[in-house]
């Protein structure tokens, strides 16, 4: 496989991410930067960067021999990124109703009704996770952003390698429709109810497909 060199680093933290996350790199596996540059046909450089982002996800793990480890990723990780993404997006929901524009929830409607006409499983979930990021956005808060982003990659990886196991995607839909409606009435505690139940689903099939790739 050859990675195109346009944003380098994270393409290859992507590719290795999944990777990951699949089971194809298993756990205690030595993630060699010189075999991963031949491989992928990119300079260590961009290799090592992915792999610090890595790091900060919790996937990887260099120890004092500098030989860096893919730690893997199970049910424990799966429930802290969900519980680290309640608490951000509840806060920035919280945030938007205090201090948001009626652009902010303009821009929400807008992907909610792109999400209504798509027709894709890839595009729904794509529209899925722009749906986060615009709440979090509109909080405007300069500290929760960057703090959402550091787990955007990670959110999105576990999300996508799991859309094929969706039997219908109209909940997810659905579900983002009853938080807009909230966000709208001003109703704070509603929609951060919405959001956790929203949030509950996705880690249960999560946690049911990285269950089953163990089992393999």
């Known amino acids: ?25 298993p756990r205690g596996l030595h993630l060699s930067e010189a075999q991963l540059s031949k491989d992928l ?19 990887t793990e260099t120890p004092g021999n500098g030989r860096t480890i893919v730690k893997g990723y199970g049910k424990q990780e ?33 992907v909610q009704l792109l999400m209504e006409a798509s027709h894709s499983k890839s595009d729904t979930i794509r529209l899925d996770i722009e749906f986060h990021y615009r709440i ?4 405007h808060n300069r500290t929760l952003l960057p703090m959402w982003l550091m787990i955007k990659g990670l959110t999105s990886a576990l999300i996508e390698i799991t859309t094929g196991t969706y039997q219908d995607i ?35 099939m999560i946690i049911t497909y990285l269950d089953g790739q163990a089992q393999e």
């Open 136 to 139: 979090v956005k509109a909080a």
């Open 78 to 110: 799966v429930l802290d990124l969900f519980q680290m993404r309640l608490m951000l997006e509840s806060l920035a929901i919280r945030s938007l109703i205090e201090k948001g524009s009626h652009q902010d929830l303009s821009d929400l409607q807008d």
């Open 41 to 59: 046909s990119v300079s260590r450089g961009p290799i090592r960067e992915a792999i610090l982002m890595l790091e900060s996800e919790g996937l």
């Open 1 to 25: 496989m050859i990675i195109q060199k346009e944003a380098l680093k994270d393409k290859v933290a992507s590719h290795l991410r999944t990777r990951i996350l699949l089971g194809e790199y």
């Open 170 to 204: 109209g909940f997810v839909v659905q579900s983002h429709a009853e938080i807009i409606q909230a966000l709208l009435a001003g109703d704070a505690e509603q929609a951060i109810r919405l959001l956790e139940e929203h949030l509950k689903v996705g880690q249960q």
